[in-house]
């Protein structure tokens, strides 16, 4: 099986231990997070190493996905996913067996689909991205690098949002919304 | 394998050929459009005639189904299933294999049910109806003919919506909600 | 195969008619109602007995759920798992065969998990809960006794609910929101 190494060890990485157990394609080797934090462990995987180590790993690791979650600012998860790919990691992107990503959509290098959640025909995903639990990519949206689309988010057909965006939990964007750079979407909100 | 024509090439219809290829019940024969569109593709299927042509069509293929969204008026998908029926095609009902429909839920002819939707208990749909992608029909519920459930809403027990309804993306109706006849519910509301 | 007892007739109680048969673990023996519907039917399943004959029936039976809903208040739902808890019954908790319970999500007795609905990893949830048809609980949540996660809510990571709360219809919390003892969240709620 295809080891892999997991950066960053908080909530969201237990959600991203999950879904990688489940679809069962990749073993997971460890977790890479701060140096005072080695030795510990997330659902029973262990702290290993510290973000400074990505290079030394990557000579022994092949493939490694970013597991911190991304509210606030896209820029941790985005300075992360470089120094990983600068280190020589492959990051593939992973699908939970129970979400649907139709053979129509493409998804980017490190991407996570997560449980129950859709990627409609004709749509394509970025780098890097969250596509949280529940959340639906309609027919024909654009999603580019570095977004987080939240928990049961709805982006509906034909839309564009441009990188580093968040789209915040149960919000809802209408046909062909355009969402520029880094834009951060309340939950709850309706995008017109 | 049954062999069926789908009447409308927009956006909507590509998640349509993306639900029946998955289900793999049907063989899609080709698109039914404009007629300056005849010969352009859609997902690799073909616009093969014009919405005149469906008599004609209709004595060489048996099935069809209307594939174009609906969100202003659900005027034209009515015209298309009237001549559709007219001119002797079967409308089936299609519903995703990762959609679930209860045993104990009716759907009429030529109601679509999306990918990842619910359709549960004693619930009942009539013709010509979309259940989008992620709409959840719950116990009881009786939606009538030419309904437009949209992505992500959420129709509680035992609600009636009456003929010609569009239930925009991600709205809620509470339980036992009356919708009146052609109503037109925006994204995100909530109905009482 | 094991049989087990439905302690209520009502809408509700066909959701879970439905979700016990496609999972196929328990064979439905009866319902238990008021005295005056004994021998009226649901979804096929006769009402046997009423609440004043639960301990007559754990003589012959082991199992029973709770299949009553709860919108106003947790009190009938608590009598009647209190009743049946003293009666002699097992509870057992019941999984919809296309909800998603991570293997690192714990739940209690007579807790029910409806038709496409999602339990993340390191989620805790009590007993005799509803998590109702496409409700997602992310991770780290932790849902105490008695309460009533409604269709479609989204409850966010690491929240603490009380016991006795009904969380509404397409509400939404956020991380880490903290909802007291036997709280009413209405439908489309957002809370922070």
Redesign the interface.
Known sequence: MKEIILIGGG??C??V??VI??DGSFKIIGIVDKSNLIGTKV?GHEIIASDNDLSKLAKKHKYAIVSIGQ?ESPILRIQLYDTAIKAGFILPSIISP?A?V???AKLGSGTIIM??A?V???ASIGDNCIVN??A?I???CSISNHCHIS??A?I???ATIESGCFIG??S?T??LAKITKNSFIK??S?VV
Chains 1, 2, 3 share one sequence.
């Open positions: 909530g969201h237990k959600s231990i999950d157990e489940h659902l509210i129970n649907y139709s053979k129509y449980n129950h859709v409609n025909a004709n639990t529940k639906l309609e027919h024909d928990t049961n709805t509906n057909g034909g939990s149960n809802t209408k046909e939950a709850g309706l």
